[in-house]
Nanobody, 114 residues
Framework: QVQLVESGGGLVQPGGSLRLSCAAS????????MSWYRQAPGKQREMVAR??????IYTDSVKGRFTISRDNDKNTVDLQMNSLQPEDTAVYYC?????????WGQGTQVTVSP
C-alpha cells in the first residue's frame, strides 16, 4: 500500500503562486506515472500534469504556468503553479499509477480570489 498526502494549498490572489507537494509513503513502488489532477465545483476531475518515463504533459490551460517535478530524495511529486487565475480554483489531487493499481491523495484546496 502507498499513502499519498498533499499539502501546499490555500488562498492566493490572481497572478500569485503556490507550490503543491505530494508526499508518498508506505510500500516501495515504482511508479508508471505520477500526476496532478484537479476538480472544480460542478465539474469533472481533470488531469493537470503527468510525468512518465516518456516525458511530461500538461493540460493546455496550464501550459507555461505550471511545472510538475519529482524529488526522489524526499519521495515527493510537486506542482509549482504560477500566474494563478480564478479558473484554477479547485481541489487538487495527487495520483500515482503503479503496476498493481493507482493511488490518490485526499486533495488540497486551491482558491484564487482577489
Amino acid at each position: 500500500q502507498v499513502q499519498l498526502v498533499e499539502s501546499g494549498g490555500g488562498l492566493v490572489q490572481p497572478g500569485g503562486s503556490l507550490r503543491l507537494s505530494c508526499a508518498a509513503s508506505g510500500s516501495r513502488f515504482s511508479p508508471l506515472a505520477m500526476s496532478w489532477y484537479r476538480q472544480a465545483p460542478g465539474k469533472q476531475r481533470e488531469m493537470v500534469a503527468r510525468m512518465t518515463s516518456g516525458g511530461i504533459i500538461y493540460t493546455d490551460s496550464v501550459k507555461g504556468r505550471f511545472t510538475i517535478s519529482r524529488d526522489n530524495d524526499k519521495n515527493t511529486v510537486d506542482l509549482q503553479m504560477n500566474s494563478l487565475q480564478p479558473e484554477d480554483t479547485a481541489v487538487y489531487y495527487c495520483n500515482i499509477i503503479t503496476t498493481d493499481r493507482d493511488y490518490w491523495g485526499q486533495g488540497t484546496q486551491v482558491t484564487v480570489s482577489p
